[in-house]
């Protein structure tokens, strides 16, 4: 899919989107009180989990199918223009801290590259074909997923995403804001949450963009657990790789094991500070080359590992 060349049918089809539709009775918002204003965009915001929940079914289905393929050694790419695209790459970026995963694994892609996380890069939205170059640089395979994310649901870059990926066998799943897009249609899994129309017309870094991110976190975190990035509620997966982290697995292992201070430093001492492997230790008594090989065995799964070691 490419851009119209003529102004009034791009104009046309923005009309026809409730992410882009004037509400006339916020047309003096801005004679208001700024109190009455912040009370106007608490209300809005609070309709936005409200519009996610009605699509729980088809998120939930969607994380089953991007689970089932990262098992298999697959990435989560996300593609995207403008605010969503930066949401992809925020989420993308958030998740080897969190889940240790690699820098490969979880991808964001925005258009225009990563110069367009902090200015707009002209033109690059409106290109179908910058969204297959994207996904061509990153050797796109049959195991991969690709989420193409649009408030619109009508943006070249991310249905041009979609579009490719799915010709490559990869799994795909589109992500918009407005009913019956272009974009969900040309996605296996379409998640199409719909907020209605925003408090500034056609802001959609607003409601819009909240509820991109509430499904993105959703998609990526509950993918992690699926993986057995968790145990329990419990992040034990995380990258100590500052003062902070460090601190939260220790904190980590002494919650899941029971074990006192000097206990769960003899463990992470003993997991060169993995905290997986170091829960596996207190928990099955094991030594620290023995609970790697139990994970190892276990594809990584916490509960699996414990219940092989007993």
Request: without cysteine; glycine residues 2%.
């Given at each position: 899919m490419t851009s119209t060349s003529d102004p009034r049918d791009l104009q046309a089809q923005l009309e026809s989107l409730t992410t882009e539709a004037f509400r006339p009775e916020l047309a003096d918002i801005d004679r208001l009180p700024t109190l009455d204003i912040a009370r106007l965009m608490n209300s809005e915001d609070t309709t936005v989990p409200a519009?996610?929940?009605?699509?729980?079914?088809?998120i939930a289905a969607a994380i089953d199918a991007v689970a089932e393929r990262m098992a298999g050694g697959g990435r989560l790419i996300y593609a995207g223009a403008g605010t969503a695209g930066r949401l992809g790459v925020l989420d993308a970026s958030e998740c080897p801290p969190t889940f240790n995963t690699g820098p490969e694994q979880v991808v964001g892609l925005i258009a225009g590259g990563p110069e367009a996380m902090v200015t707009s890069v002209e033109g690059a939205?409106?290109?179908a074909e910058l969204a297959r170059a994207d996904l061509d640089a990153l050797t796109l395979t049959g195991v991969d997923t690709v989420v193409g994310i649009s408030a619109s649901g009508r943006t070249p870059y991310a249905i041009g995403a979609v579009e490719h990926a799915r010709k490559q066998g990869a799994l795909t799943i589109g992500l918009a804001c407005n009913a019956d897009s272009a974009l969900a249609a040309a996605a296996e899994h379409g998640i199409e949450i719909v907020v209605g129309p925003e408090l500034l017309t056609g802001s959609t870094r607003l409601k819009a963009g909240t509820a991109q991110k509430l499904v993105l976190n959703m998609l990526?975190?509950?993918?992690?657990?699926r993986l057995g990035k968790t145990y329990g509620?419990?992040?034990v997966d995380v990258r100590a790789s500052n003062d902070k982290l460090r601190?939260?697995?220790?904190?980590?292992?002494?919650?899941?094991?029971?074990?006192?201070?000097?206990?769960?430093?003899?463990?992470?001492a003993a997991t060169d500070g993995e905290v997986k492997p170091a829960i596996l230790t207190i928990l099955a008594d094991v030594d620290g080359p023995t609970a790697a090989r139990l994970l190892e065995e276990s594809g990584g799964h916490l509960r699996a590992a414990l219940a092989a070691a007993r």
């Open positions: 519009a996610v929940a009605l699509r729980l079914p088809e939205e409106d290109s990526s975190t509950i993918t992690m657990i509620n419990l992040m601190a939260r697995s220790r904190r980590i292992v002494a919650l899941a094991t029971g074990a006192d201070d000097a206990e769960t430093e003899r463990a992470l």
